[in-house]
T-cell receptor, first 111, second 117 residues
Framework: KQEVTQIPAALSVPEGENLVLNCSFT??????LQWFRQDPGKGLTSLLL?????REQTSGRLNASLDKSSGRSTLYIAASQPGDSATYLC??????????FGKGTRLSVIA | EAQVTQNPRYLITVTGKKLTVTCSQN?????MSWYRQDPGLGLRQIYY???????DKGDVPEGYKVSRKEKRNFPLILESPSPNQTSLYFC????????????????FGAGSRLTVL
């Protein structure tokens, strides 16, 4: 059964720092991996989707990489801002199974 | 504006009183899904639908029902709610069935916080 783990569970950084969030999954036969952002009490917003044939995707200050063979993905956030404070979740689609979410990393960017 | 709309956003009810959480999307998406989010357990899929009149169970379907009579609507029905169904519920949709395509992006509703006393 696919399991998705996100480390760390929480992270606090000063404004302006570059940071990396980690996501690992147990079944490497995935179709895609998505990174989402969730603000407190709000729904999820899709940030990036990486298909299984891709190595990375970029959107503005965000860069997501995918290493299927090792079962890992990273979300790199450059020049962090207080507005980046949120919970970041990754989710994988693998085979004929529901989308499996990690439990998220709660990020706080301190001004 | 393209969106997924859920109602109600907040609801407090009592054990056994049937309730329905509505979900509507205006993007002509074939795929719709319900999730619940609980502390320490993350997001878990309840039911999903690949198209009109096509529904299937997710990871945690017990105690829930769904229907897909129209493409835009996917209501979640709790026939006899119990306290263990107290949770934050999300509806989501995407253009293609996300079990088969590598190019889907899920759009989520804002969430419905349900408390069952």
């Amino acid at each position: 059964k696919q399991e998705v783990t996100q480390i760390p569970a929480a992270l606090s950084v000063p404004e302006g720092e570059n940071l990396v969030l980690n996501c690992s999954f147990t079944d490497s036969a995935i179709y895609n991996l998505q990174w989402f952002r969730q603000d407190p009490g709000k729904g999820l917003t899709s940030l990036l989707l990486i298909q299984s044939s891709q190595r990375e995707q970029t959107s503005g200050r965000l860069n997501a990489s995918l290493d299927k063979s090792s079962g890992r993905s990273t979300l790199y956030i450059a020049a962090s801002q207080p507005g980046d404070s949120a919970t970041y979740l990754c989710a994988v689609r693998a085979g004929n199974t529901p989308l499996v979410f990690g439990k998220g990393t709660r990020l706080s960017v301190i001004a | 504006e393209a969106q997924v709309t859920q109602n109600p956003r907040y609801l407090i009810t009592v054990t056994g009183k049937k309730l329905t959480v509505t979900c509507s999307q205006n993007m002509n998406h074939e795929y719709m899904s319900w999730y619940r989010q609980d502390p320490g357990l993350g997001l878990r899929q309840i039911y999903y639908s690949m198209n009109v009149e096509v529904t299937d169970k997710g990871d945690v379907p017990e105690g829930y029902k769904v229907s897909r009579k129209e493409k835009r609507n996917f209501p979640l029905i709790l026939e006899s709610p119990s306290p263990n169904q107290t949770s934050l519920y999300f509806c989501a949709s995407s253009l293609l069935g996300d079990r088969m395509s590598g190019a889907n992006v899920l759009t989520f509703g804002a969430g419905s916080r349900l408390t069952v006393l």
